[in-house]
């Protein structure tokens, strides 16, 4: 005897029944770039379909969140100005804080996180500040947890930390405390890796390192055991949701972290995944929807419980439609 495993493929339905990993809309967080200006709405070339919004013409894009049955987006911001200590990403009046006032005035129930980083703001592309011709850990941690208390003062109903220095969980959740923001969740970059995978995101955000690389403070993507070490600390210093960053090269990094921790686990399909499927799509060589449901599905798969990810309103789409074609 043997196992007739394919008893169980033979029709849609069965396999509908049977399928242990389904995505719904609920799985996704939106990623939106916010410019300066007014009555901006342009695309980005390197992320098809994604669009720069002025904060004046975000309502478009709300509304199809809000039809696709999306329940979060992830907010980034280009100020117009830059500097060494990226002064404009603290402003009651920056980018990214207007714009989380817009979005909270439209869409009250939406659920706005901010990106927390400094290199879109500062003039040297660097997730921190310089000293000595390094990024100094505990200065960036300052500014840090001062931008993450301009966006939750804005309205922002969850901040996620992305420049990897040391000890700003612990920095941020302090002064969010001190300024009486006690339910305000933070989502951690925990696992960030040094990806080449973020191309097509610092062409978008215009957030390219100017000198140097990234790799003394994002992750060598060699490392699992060290994702882990990471992920811990998050957890202690009082990360409430933590993230594996990216997606696609790291579903290890996601389901060992499913295994060992039992906080919310959220996965970053960055630029990198997307704008490959997208280009190859473009060519004729991969099917756009499949290919980008079965990296879905496969993130899911791997433990991820939240999925950022710029498929978000067509892969609600395409679920919509139907469950294979
Ligand atoms: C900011 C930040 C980056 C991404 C998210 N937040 C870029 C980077 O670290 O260089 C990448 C997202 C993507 O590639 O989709 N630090």
Not at 20 to 40: A, C, K, Q, R, S
Not at 100 to 110: A, C, T
Not at 195 to 212: K, L, T
């Amino acid at each position: 005897m043997f196992s007739r495993n394919r008893r169980l493929r033979f029709s849609s339905s069965i396999r509908a029944v049977v399928r242990e990993t389904v995505l719904n809309p609920l799985d996704f967080i939106y990623p939106i770039f916010v410019v300066e200006g007014i009555g901006v709405k342009e695309e980005i070339s390197s992320l098809k379909g994604n669009y720069h919004y002025s904060v004046d013409m975000l309502e478009e894009i709300l509304l199809q969140v809000k039809e696709a049955g999306i329940k979060g987006v992830m907010v980034f911001g280009l100020p117009k100005n830059k500097d060494s200590i990226g002064s404009s990403a603290w402003q009651q009046d920056g980018v990214v804080q207007r714009a989380v006032r817009k979005i909270k005035e439209l869409s009250p129930q939406l659920m706005v996180i901010t990106d927390v980083c400094m290199c879109q703001y500062t003039d040297h592309g660097h997730c921190g500040i310089i000293r000595n011709s390094i990024v100094d850990n505990d200065a960036t941690l300052e500014y840090i947890s001062k931008i993450a208390l301009s966006h939750v003062a804005a309205g922002a109903d969850m901040v996620a930390p992305s420049d990897m220095m040391d000890g700003r969980i612990l920095a941020i959740r302090k002064l969010l405390d001190d300024n009486g923001h006690i339910n305000t969740p933070i989502m951690s970059y925990s696992a960030k890796y040094a990806s080449a995978f973020y191309g097509p995101f610092r062409a978008a955000a215009q957030s390219a390192p100017q000198f140097g690389d990234r790799k003394t403070y994002q992750m060598d993507p060699a490392n699992i055991r060290e994702a882990m070490r990471e992920i811990e600390a998050d957890i202690c210093e009082g990360a409430d949701i933590i993230m594996v960053k990216p997606a696609m090269s790291y579903l290890d990094v996601i389901r060992w972290s499913r295994d060992r921790f039992e906080v919310p686990i959220a996965a970053y399909n960055v630029s990198g995944e997307f704008a490959m499927i997208k280009a190859a799509a473009e060519k004729g060589w991969l099917d756009e929807r499949n290919a980008a449901l079965e990296l879905l599905t496969s993130i899911k798969r791997a433990g991820a419980d939240i999925i950022i990810t710029y498929f978000a309103i067509d892969a609600c789409r395409w679920l919509r439609e139907g469950d294979e074609k």
